[in-house]
C-alpha cells in the first residue's frame, strides 16, 4: 500500500553542486526501482543550521515528496544514513497529517461563528432615555413645593 511522505535531508556544505545532483539522482533512482513514485524533488538551498550537526553549522536542504511503501522508505533511510554527504534527514508520513487537517476542518466548519451573525440592538435603550426625561421633571416639581427655609 503506497503512503505519502516528506523526505527532508541536509547535505554537507562543502559539497559541489554537480555532485548533489549525482546523489539526488541516486536517491530517486532507488525510488523508482523500488517501486514507488516520486512527486517532486525541491533543492531548498544553503541554510545555516540552528545547532553544529557533524562540525558544519550549514548545510544544504533538499526535499523529496514520494508515494511509497514502508520497506521502500526504509531502504531509502537506510541509504540516507550510510551517505557520507547527507548530515541530517527526516522523513514524515504526509497522509496521516492530511487526515487530521481535514479533520479539525471539518470540525470548524460545524461550528456557528460568531463574528458572522448580526449583532442585536439592546430594546432597552430607548425606554431609559425616557425616563431620564422624566427625572428631572420630578425633581423640579419636589423643589418648588419645598418650604423656602428649610
Known amino acids: 500500500m503506497d503512503r505519502f511522505y516528506e523526505v527532508m535531508f541536509i547535505v554537507r556544505p562543502d559539497i559541489e553542486d554537480a555532485d548533489l545532483d549525482k546523489l539526488i ?16 524533488t525541491e533543492k531548498l538551498g544553503r541554510r545555516k543550521l540552528a545547532y553544529t550537526v557533524r562540525k558544519f553549522n550549514d548545510g544544504n536542504y533538499v526535499l523529496l515528496t514520494i508515494d511509497a511503501d ?44 460568531l463574528s458572522a451573525q448580526p449583532t442585536a440592538v439592546p430594546v432597552a435603550a430607548p425606554v431609559e432615555a425616557a425616563n431620564a426625561v422624566e427625572a428631572p421633571v420630578e425633581i423640579a416639581e419636589s423643589i418648588e413645593t419645598a418650604p423656602a427655609n428649610a
Not at 539522482?25 to 517532486?40: N, P, V
Open 25 to 40: 539522482a541516486g536517491f530517486e533512482q532507488t525510488i523508482t526501482h523500488g517501486g514507488g513514485t516520486l512527486r517532486s
Open 70 to 113: 514502508g520497506k521502500l522508505v526504509h531502504e531509502l533511510e537506510r541509504r540516507l544514513r550510510v551517505s557520507e554527504p547527507v548530515i541530517k534527514f527526516i522523513t514524515v508520513r504526509m497522509d496521516e497529517e492530511q487526515k487530521r487537517i481535514d479533520k479539525i476542518k471539518a470540525i470548524r466548519a460545524t461550528r456557528k461563528k
